[in-house]
T-cell receptor, first 113, second 114 residues
Framework: AQSVTQPDIHITVSEGASLELRCNYSYGATPYLFWYVQSPGQGLQLLLKYFSGDTLVQGIKGFEAEFKRSQSSFNLRKPSVHWSDAAEYFCAASGDSWGKLQFGAGTQVVVTP | DTGVSQDPRHKITKRGQNVTFRCDPISEHNRLYWYRQTLGQGPEFLTYFQNEAQLEKSRLLSDRFSAERPKGSFSTLEIQRTEQGDSAMYLC????????????FGDGTRLSIL
């Protein structure tokens, strides 16, 4: 069965430190991959997407993600976090042309002073 | 681009009542999706429209749920005879109809069943 796994439920990071969120997928073929961010009580905002080509993709708000086919991973990184980056982050994948998304369970990021 | 709009933002109702949510997608987005998100979980796919045609429904969408998209513009999601387990955030998203274009999400409708 197809799945998207985010191994870390909760991450605490100091402001200014680097951040890496993990995402693994299990699909028959490489799916389209996305990272979304959700602030409390709000919808999801797209950070970045990977369709093909360069395996290091740049997104908004200083985020980047690296696709590694050999590890079936699509990890999200930010070199220096800001207090405003505290939110929940979702990795998502789509394996068909209709765009139906399958989400991971999310990683809650807490930023400490 | 005014974004995806959902109404109402919050709905509180008694068990057994019917509720209807509305989603207005970004204009000219011909694809529209409904997802459900429970506390501490990622969104789960419910159903999908290409223009006015409902092309796929999840097994999560029991016969108490119905969705429409008349004229391929706004969409409604109705839940009949609500149950406690229906309490969730209902998210709508839209995208253009080519390939796997990113979906733009609304802020959701939070449903609470008393």
């Amino acid at each position: 069965a197809q799945s998207v796994t985010q191994p870390d439920i909760h991450i605490t990071v100091s402001e200014g430190a680097s951040l890496e969120l993990r995402c693994n997928y299990s699909y028959g073929a490489t799916p389209y991959l996305f990272w979304y961010v959700q602030s409390p009580g709000q919808g999801l905002q797209l950070l970045l997407k990977y369709f093909s080509g360069d395996t290091l993709v740049q997104g908004i708000k200083g985020f980047e993600a690296e696709f590694k086919r050999s590890q079936s991973s699509f990890n999200l990184r930010k070199p220096s976090v800001h207090w405003s980056d505290a939110a929940e982050y979702f990795c998502a994948a789509s394996g068909d042309s209709w765009g139906k998304l399958q989400f991971g369970a999310g990683t809650q990021v807490v930023v400490t002073p | 681009d005014t974004g995806v709009s959902q109404d109402p933002r919050h709905k509180i109702t008694k068990r057994g009542q019917n509720v209807t949510f509305r989603c207005d997608p970004i204009s000219e987005h011909n694809r529209l999706y409904w997802y459900r998100q429970t506390l501490g979980q990622g969104p789960e796919f419910l159903t999908y429209f290409q223009n006015e045609a409902q092309l796929e429904k999840s097994r999560l969408l029991s016969d108490r749920f119905s969705a429409e998209r008349p004229k391929g513009s706004f969409s409604t999601l109705e839940i009949q005879r609500t149950e406690q387990g229906d309490s969730a955030m209902y998210l709508c998203a839209s995208s253009t109809g080519t390939g796997n274009q990113p979906q733009h999400f609304g802020d959701g409708t939070r449903l609470s069943i008393l």
